[in-house]
């Protein structure tokens, strides 16, 4: 296993369009986090799961956001009606039970037209 | 709620000198906190942690001490390399509410330039 992996590392879409993103954590790690970075700024934390459990969900989080974890393994995240403000770059972390250790997958950029 | 707060950047150095980044937090309870790093064109990697009062971090000649007398996480290191350059992000892990599940907070960041 080589870490936290994500894709696409890119995404161009034009605005009103539907995008998803995937992330497959560590294998043995049950904790899976989603952020937005945007540029000049630390990872804002967007939802988390234990598990296939999503546990979490930030205030920031609006109804086009939606996350997916089906089997406790890789999870999904989708942004629907995607706007321009959508654009940053959104991070996958993942973490052992019982730790607060995150491991950070590379990220897709999300760029919105 | 949670947050963190790190001193603004760039830092600028040259090689050899002495760094100190600033972090301070506000949190519920008792967090763990931790330093991060992102080297350029990299993803975040965990630099150092501490879970309690007193506890001192420490990877590759960085250090911090959690100090909860002041709320801070200074990030410290005597002796700078230009491999150093980087954003370092200070973060803590905490509960959202009493009884609520552990929330990361990250700060902005602060970037370090090293010049030889």
Not at chain 1, 6 to 14: A, D, F, G, L, S
Not at chain 1, 89 to 111: D, K, V, W
Not at chain 2, 45 to 71: I, M, P, V, W
């Amino acid at each position: 296993d080589t870490g936290v992996s994500q894709n696409p590392r890119h995404k161009i879409t034009k605005r009103g369009q539907n995008v998803t993103f995937r992330c497959d954590p560590i294998s043995e790690h049950n904790r899976l986090y989603w952020y937005r970075q945007t540029l000049g700024q630390g990872p804002e934390f967007l939802t988390y799961f234990q598990n296939e459990a999503q546990l979490e969900k930030s205030r920031l989080l609006s109804d086009r956001f939606s996350a997916e974890r089906p089997k406790g393994s890789f999870s999904t995240l989708e942004i629907q009606r995607t706007e321009q403000g959508d654009s940053a770059m959104y991070l996958c972390a993942s973490s052992f039970p019982g730790s607060h250790e995150q491991f950070f997958g590379p990220g897709t950029r999300l760029t919105v037209l | 709620g949670n947050s963190v707060t790190q001193m603004e950047g760039p830092v600028t150095l040259s090689e050899e000198a002495f760094l100190t980044i600033n972090c301070t937090y506000t949190a519920t309870g008792y967090p763990s906190l931790f330093w991060y790093v992102q080297y350029p064109g990299e993803g975040l990697q965990l630099l150092l942690k501490a879970t309690k009062a007193d506890d001192k971090g420490s990877n590759k000649g960085f250090e911090a001490t959690y100090r909860k007398e002041t709320t801070s996480f200074h990030l410290e290191k005597g002796s700078v390399q230009v491999s150093d350059s980087a954003v370092y992000f200070c973060a803590l892990s905490a509960a959202a509410s009493s009884g609520g599940s552990y929330i990361p907070t990250f700060g902005r960041g602060t970037s370090l330039i090293v010049h030889p």
